[in-house]
Structure formats: C-alpha cells, structure tokens
C-alpha cells in the first residue's frame, strides 16, 4: 500500500466521524418545516440519515426512504483500481419510515449485509441505487439493486422479496438481464460482433447493469432503465407480472451517450427520465429526455438544473423522483457524493416544474416546503404511480 493510501485512510478513520458528528443540523421537524437541500438531515433520534442513492415508496398511508447505507463502514481508498475510485464497505439497504416527509424515523436494514461469506452481499461487494416497488397482485414488495465487485466489473441485477415494506427482505440472488434476446430496436449491424460491439459481445451471457431504476406504470407493467454496454447505452428492460425477473422484452436508448443515475416519471401521458452523465462520484451536467413510448424513441430535452452551478447538478447527481401523493407535483432527489467520505454525502431535494411546455426544470432553492411545492405551475399530470 502507497504512503498516500495508508495516509489517507489514518486521516478519514480520524476526521470523518467528527465531521458527521458535528455538522450543523438543517433539516425538518421545525415549524415550519422546511428541506435544506445540501444540509445534514437527521432522523428522528438525531442520526445523519444514511440512505444514498435510494427511492422513496408511498404505501398505506406511509412514506418508506431505502437508500445504500454507508455510515460507521471503512473508508476505503481504492489504490490498486484503474478506475481511481474510493469506496466504503457496503453495509446494506437502509429503510426509513414518514408520514410527511420531513421527520423520518430509522426502520434499521431491510437488507443487511451478510459479513464473513462470499457472496453479493458481503461487505466487501458493491449494492447500489437500490429501488422498492410494491406488486399489487402478489402482495409483495420488490427491491432491485445494482450488484457489483469492489472493481465494478460484475455488472448484475439483484432482487429482494419481502412481505413488508420495512423488511427484512429475502435477497433472491443477481443476474446479467436479457440474455439470449436482442433488443426491439436491433439492427442487423448491432447483431455483428466485432471491437466495442458490447450488446453482440454480452449477447448469450446477459447484458452489462450498472446504474438503474424501476418504473410501475399505470397499468401495473414494470420496468428496469440500467447502464449497460459499458456504461455507454441504457437499456429498458419489461419486468414479468411478478416483477422478480426480466421478461426479455427491451430497447437501447440514448445510444452511446453514457447516462447514468437514471430516475424516470411519467406527466401528462409522457414518461420522463432525469440522469447524469458517466463521472464516477464526481458531478457533472445532467440531462432530461421525454419519450411517448417506454422504449422510445426518446428525445433528449437537455439540462433540467438552473441556478448557481446548474451545470454540475449543483454539486449533486440524481437519484428518483417521487411524485407528491396529495397533488400533481413531484420532487427532484440527488446525492451530493463526498468521494472522500462517501459516508457523509448530503442529499439534496428539489420541487421540479415544467417550462409551461415539455421540459422539466428543477431551479435551486436554498429552503423550500411542500406548501410552496405544490403552488408551482404543473399542469395536467398524471396520477401519483408510486402505489
Ligand atoms: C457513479 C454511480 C454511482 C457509483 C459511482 C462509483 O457514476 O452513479 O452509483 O457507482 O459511480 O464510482
């Protein structure tokens, strides 16, 4: 191990923890309540909420926050990897429970990591964006994740089964998605192998899936959007009725344009999509699209983010958008990664409105509250999808 690593690692086994320790508290349960995008945003027993990269799922009356849990694990520069990046063990799925969405109480893990085995939960693995959906005909609640290698090289989808939105889930294993199948949109030159011709390459053993999201649509259909191809392609993907599997129906879009952190919604008859572009921890420009069908075509509508540092997501990286139970409206969730301390990353939620035509935007807002969310002029949207 390099001077730099072993310095590194003395330095944030020391310093981070006093740094979550001490930050100011700026988050909810005040009157008013208010969302202090960036702040630290505490639960109900004073903690740091640890749920990154996560999903909200409304269900009865309550509103479940899963995210990856990072808080208490090991700082671990990544050295020895190519790809230069840092990375703490992975603890698990985090789960916390709202009846209004600014005072969030610790439900624990719904999916705990399981230490001293091999497997895709060991700590020493990658579980990422972690997403829950609730299947009406089954009873049951869904999660999919992005599973991985510390190097990332795995690539896989894992699923999660559990009877209650709070777990404990039963993790039901992770697998390469449609293998064997070509996409709708195929063309004869994609079937052809040959250099970067990752979609032919991975064709018989199942595609490449990193960064993803599911989507419930009004009529019950499930989808998974996941970075495959290298990162460079998204690919949706139809879950079965059940939605534990790939029903091997999906397409490629935004080919080629590296996208990452997608999280998609549906208005006014239009699904939408707000994601990243491919930089590791670090922020760069998002980017919006608007599509009449689910497997496209989709239409790229540009950078929703205004405001100062608009052009870097300010500072943040998308996650999901919830669409508001009691209006029309939605909010906007990223995380702002600190690569340096993943484990002391902030979040950040924002009220998205549309430019009176097509484009969703998401103007920065040093505070805001649900009243002002849902005064803002979004006309005609569909009905909350989220149960
Ligand atoms: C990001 C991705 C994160 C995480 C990170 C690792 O691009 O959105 O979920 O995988 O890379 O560097």
Redesign the pocket.
């Known amino acids: 191990m390099s001077r730099l690593c072993r310095f590194l690692k003395l330095a944030f086994a020391v310093v981070v923890p006093v740094m979550i320790g001490t930050s100011a508290v700026a988050f909810a349960g005040t009157d008013p309540a208010q969302f202090a995008p960036g702040g630290v945003w505490r639960d109900t027993d004073g903690n740091p909420i640890d749920a990154h990269?996560g999903c909200i799922l409304f269900h009865e009356g309550i509103y479940y926050w899963y995210g990856e849990a990072k808080a208490g694990r090991t700082f671990l520069p990544d050295c020895n990897k190519s790809w230069g990046?840092t990375r703490v063990d992975m603890a698990g799925v985090s789960c916390y429970s709202s009846t209004n969405l600014y005072d969030w109480k610790s439900e624990g893990l719904a999916l705990p990591a399981v230490s001293g085995a091999p497997g895709d939960l060991n700590p020493g693995n990658v579980v990422?964006?972690p997403k829950i959906i609730y299947n009406r005909k089954t009873k049951q609640f869904v999660m999919w994740m992005h599973i991985d290698s510390a190097d990332y090289h795995e690539a896989r989808l894992g699923v999660a089964v559990s009877d209650s939105p709070t777990g404990p889930f039963t993790y039901r294993g992770s697998f390469r998605p449609d293998a064997g199948v070509w996409p709708l949109n195929v063309t004869d030159a994609d079937k052809t192998a040959g250099t970067g011709n990752y979609l032919a390459r991975d064709f018989q053993k199942g595609q490449m899936a990193r960064?993803m999201t599911v989507f419930v649509d009004d009529d019950g259909k499930a989808y998974i959007f996941y970075a495959s191809e290298e990162n460079s392609t998204m690919h949706v993907s139809l879950l079965t009725d059940d939605y534990l599997k790939t029903a091997g129906k999906y397409s490629r879009i935004l080919v080629g344009r590296s996208t990452?952190?997608p999280a998609v919604f549906k208005h006014d008859g239009k699904y939408y999509l707000i994601a990243?572009g491919?930089t590791?921890?670090d922020p760069n420009t998002a980017r919006s699209a608007v599509a009449d069908s689910i497997f496209g075509p989709w239409k790229e509508l540009g950078n929703p983010c205004a405001g100062p540092d608009a052009d870097k997501t300010f500072h943040g990286?998308s996650a999901f958008i919830l669409p508001m139970q009691d209006s029309n409206k939605f909010i906007f969730m990223a995380d702002r990664w600190n690569k340096w301390a993943l484990a002391s990353s902030r979040y950040l939620w924002l009220p998205l409105e549309f430019d009176g035509q097509e484009k969703p935007l998401v103007p920065w807002r040093n505070n805001w509250s649900l009243s002002v969310a849902k005064t803002l002029n979004i006309s005609q949207a569909s009905s909350p999808t989220t149960e």
């Open positions: 990269a990046g990422e964006r960064d990452e952190a990243s491919c590791g921890w990286q």
